[in-house]
T-cell receptor
């Protein structure tokens, strides 16, 4: 079975400071990893994904994420946070070797609050 | 706008009534997914289609739930004899099947269901 843990319910950061939203995963094989963002009363918006290759993945709106296989982590980062980044962030995983559905398994989400 | 669309955006119903939601995927996408998101949780997989074939259903999908994608384009999700526990956001996503399975799922805005 595949699973995702987002250990922080909320992350608070001041505008202009770097931010990190943590994610760890568990799969039996190799993972495909995704980050999505959700604004209030909206669907999920794709930010970035790791498939293979470079461990540092760059995505939309200046976000990036670092895949660490030994720590089974895929933390989301941004060098300089904006107030408009305040939203709910979800990490998701899919096991490459499941051989069946391409369904995603999501974490419980981390609320990012960026203040002036 | 060529994104995933869902209708209605909001639905309030009384317990015991039937409801139906519609999802229109991105036009060239051959895979379509339904997820359910309850407050404070990440989306949970319900079912998915490849073209018109329903290939997997979650154990979350009780026999009161049925989904169709009759012509491989739009999909409907019907809940019969609704219960208060069905109150949630129902999210639809679509993707273009890839040989390695690394495709990105793009989500619609969701249908928020409230069962009174």
């Amino acid at each position: 079975a595949q699973s995702v843990a987002q250990p922080e319910d909320q992350v608070n950061v001041a505008e202009g400071n770097p931010l990190t939203v943590k994610c760890t995963y568990s799969v039996s094989g190799n993972p495909y990893l995704f980050w999505y963002v959700q604004y209030p009363n909206r669907g999920l918006q794709f930010l970035l994904k790791y498939i293979t290759g470079d461990n540092l993945v760059k995505g939309s709106y200046g976000f990036e994420a670092e895949f660490n296989k030994s720590q089974t982590s895929f933390h989301l980062k941004k060098p300089s946070a904006l107030v408009s980044d305040s939203a709910l962030y979800f990490c998701a995983v899919r096991d490459v070797n499941t051989g069946t559905a391409s369904k995603l398994t999501f974490g419980t989400g981390t609320r990012l609050q960026v203040t002036l | 706008d060529t994104g995933v669309s869902q209708n209605p955006r909001h639905k309030i119903t009384k317990r015991g009534q039937n409801v139906t939601f519609r999802c229109d995927p991105i036009s060239e996408h051959n895979r379509l997914y339904w997820y359910r998101q309850t407050l404070g949780q990440g989306p949970e997989f319900l079912t998915y289609f490849q073209n018109e074939a329903q290939l997997e259903k979650s154990r979350l999908l009780s026999d009161r739930f049925s989904a169709e994608r009759p012509k491989g384009s739009f999909s409907t999700l019907e809940i019969q004899r609704t219960e208060q526990g069905d109150s949630a956001m129902y999210l639809c996503a679509s993707s273009l099947r890839s040989t390695r399975g690394e495709e990105t799922q793009y989500f619609g805005p969701g249908t928020r269901l409230l069962v009174l």
